[in-house]
């Protein structure tokens, strides 16, 4: 006789004819599985998100013991637990030793470790493609990174999945403080160790087969999961009559242009390397400065000063507006927008919430701005499913619906086919003749002489000339530098 295939016989016969013992154990092991993975995703993504963006003394020695704790034997864990819990520890009153609630402890501690260590590069690696342009819409350390972990929630399902997967396989540490009793603390991987001992390989082998096909079923639901969010089908919209495009609001009023913010001696590093030298400008409400130059001369890190997303050296004021009397508001928008992994409507929504805008006037704000960009119809879309184009003119309305003093635009045309690039250039024309004050990175000049009424040379981080944008164009007096770009011809050549 096959002892092998007799007992897979008699396994499955226990597994589809709903044996109570077999199935009360598979179930005990999933409750506390489940419990611990729960208890372990509350305290380990709220403590992978803090890592990612928190500084004090001692975060790397946290960082250091955490990704230790990845490696912690779990009879280790089962040990702790125990001397905390028997009669003799501090815990031991509470009478938690050999019951579920003791194993879900041990449990919890072997898998928050690898669920915040997951969580932690997961999110810093979202911050490095998308943090600065969260800060732009107001969002702080900590709410940048529980923001990417919404962005990332599939991968945040998969680091649970795989903490899962360690809990409900997991025996020494249950079995030194759940004790492995019967019809109370018995488990799947404690059952089946018994019972292999004991020789009842029916009953272990069963509980082995319903172990592996939990483990498939959940690998299976993520995969699929993963599967429906890279397709990215956009969502069903009622189809409604196009409603006028709303005239942009006009925020000042005509007469002499009053400074907003003015740069004396700015300077902007990155450890050895100075991306911004001296620089000197100050903006008026309602110009537009088109900064121009050969790529790494600084246009970028200009821009993100004027946001206030880079310490620096020197000088930035910012005037208090009149009548007003606030500071500017600025917004930006980056060479490559981030967009959350949320609906279209989503996406303008969230800037407005982080800005502590009422309800109300949030939702009329995002339709307010979609018909201005002219995807009102798309509002229920997955913002990552539109077009390059289209993605751009939902980043300007994002940043339109700031109802901003001062909009950065970093190269907005930059990677865009000619009909997309018509649509933006007409969106900034609009914005700006509301009386928005502009400031746009471009390496299209014929661009920089559409939009601009000044023009801002950048090399080698030092602002070499400012000027209006036809005594730029249409002089001979440029500096030698200014010039030579105005040629074609590459400047460090």
Same mark, same amino acid.
């Given at each position: ?39 372990? *995703? ?5 403590? &992978?998100? =803090?890592?990612?963006?928190?500084? #004090? ?6 960082? =250091?013991?955490? +990704?230790?704790?990845?490696? @912690? ?36 501690? @072997? ?13 810093q690696a979202a911050l490095d493609e998308g943090g600065d342009q969260l800060r732009s819409l107001?969002?702080?350390?900590? !709410? ?7 962005? $990332?929630?599939?991968?945040?399902? /998969? ?11 997991e025996v020494g540490a249950v079995m030194m403080v759940g004790g492995n009793i019967a019809g ?11 019972? /292999? ?6 009953? *272990? ?44 609001? /006009? ?17 902007? &590093? #990155?450890?050895?390397?100075?991306? @911004?030298?001296?620089?000197?400008? /100050? ?7 088109? @900064? ?45 927008? #981030? ?7 989503? +996406?303008? =929504? ?18 307010? *701005? ?73 390496? +299209? ?35 030698? $530098? !200014? ?8 400047? =460090?050549?």
């Open positions: 006789m096959n002892t092998f295939s007799d007992s897979l016989q008699l396994a499955w016969q226990l597994i589809v004819g709903g044996d109570a013992e077999l199935w009360r154990i598979a179930g005990l092991s999933l409750q506390v599985s489940g419990t611990a993975v729960l208890v372990g *995703a509350v305290l380990g993504l709220l403590l &992978g998100a =803090w890592l990612a963006v928190a500084r #004090f003394p001692g975060h790397g020695l946290v960082v =250091w013991l955490l +990704n230790t704790l990845l490696a @912690l034997p779990a009879v280790v864990v089962g040990l702790l637990v125990y001397l905390l819990l028997s009669r003799a520890g501090p815990l031991g009153p509470l009478g938690l030793l050999f019951t579920p609630t003791a194993m879900v402890v041990a449990q919890s501690l @072997l898998v928050t470790p690898l669920i915040a260590a997951l969580s932690r590069r997961l999110v107001g969002a702080g350390p900590l !709410a940048c990174a529980l923001l990417m972990l919404l962005h $990332e929630r599939l991968a945040v399902a /998969t680091v649970l999945l795989t903490a899962f997967g360690r809990a409900v396989a109370v603390t018995r488990v799947m991987t404690t059952a089946i160790a018994l019972e /292999t001992s004991k020789g009842d390989l029916a009953l *272990a082998l069963g509980l082995g087969l319903v172990l592996l096909g939990i483990v498939g079923v959940v690998n299976g639901a993520i995969m699929l999961l993963q599967w429906w969010g890279a397709r990215l089908r956009p969502a069903t919209v009622v189809a409604t009559e196009a409603a006028p495009t709303p005239a942009m609001e /006009t925020i000042i009023a005509t007469g002499e242009p009053r400074p907003l913010i003015r740069l004396q001696g700015a300077g902007v &590093g #990155f450890g050895e390397r100075i991306a @911004l030298r001296e620089i000197s400008l /100050t903006l008026r409400r309602g110009e537009r400065l088109a @900064l121009v130059g050969a790529n790494g001369s600084g246009k970028t890190s200009l821009l993100r000063l004027l946001h206030g997303l880079l310490p620096h050296s020197g000088q930035v004021e910012r005037a208090l507006l009149q009548p007003e009397g606030r500071p500017p508001r600025a917004a930006m928008l980056f060479q490559q927008p #981030f967009l959350l992994r949320l609906s279209v409507f989503r +996406n303008i =929504w969230l800037g407005l919430w982080l800005r502590g805008l009422p309800r109300g006037e949030r939702d009329e704000r995002c339709r307010q *701005a979609l018909a201005c960009v002219g995807l009102a119809g798309e509002a229920q879309r997955p913002a990552r499913a539109l077009s390059g184009g289209q993605q751009q003119r939902l980043a300007l309305a994002r940043a339109w619906a700031m109802q901003p003093d001062l909009l950065l635009l970093d190269e907005p045309t930059a990677s865009l086919d000619p009909s997309a690039k018509r649509e933006v250039e007409t969106l900034i024309e609009q914005i700006a003749a509301a009386g928005v004050t502009v400031v746009m990175s471009t390496h +299209n000049l014929g661009q920089a002489k559409r939009l601009a009424s000044r023009v801002a040379y950048l090399e080698g981080g030092r602002l070499v000339v400012e000027r209006p944008v036809d005594a730029f164009f249409f002089t001979d007096d440029l500096p030698p $530098e !200014a010039a030579q770009f105005l040629r074609g011809e590459l400047p =460090w050549t």
